[in-house]
């Protein structure tokens, strides 16, 4: 995970939507252990990737 933060972090076009969809399967995972705050946290970050991502190219 800390890969794609740095990353994303220094190239977001490249790299935030794999970085969003970690998040999205550490989210499940979590889930699936009951760390639920964790997974919460981990999903929400996500969405917020994703949104932007569809703010910034409807199209795609």
Known sequence: MEIYL???AD???AYEPD???SLG???KFLTEVERWGEALTAT?????????LAADHPAA
């Open 25 to 27: 399967n550490l989210g």
């Open 44 to 52: 929400q970050e996500a969405v917020e990737i994703y949104r932007r």
């Open 11 to 13: 190239n977001p076009a």
């Open 6 to 8: 740095r990353l994303a």
């Open 19 to 21: 970085l969003a969809a």
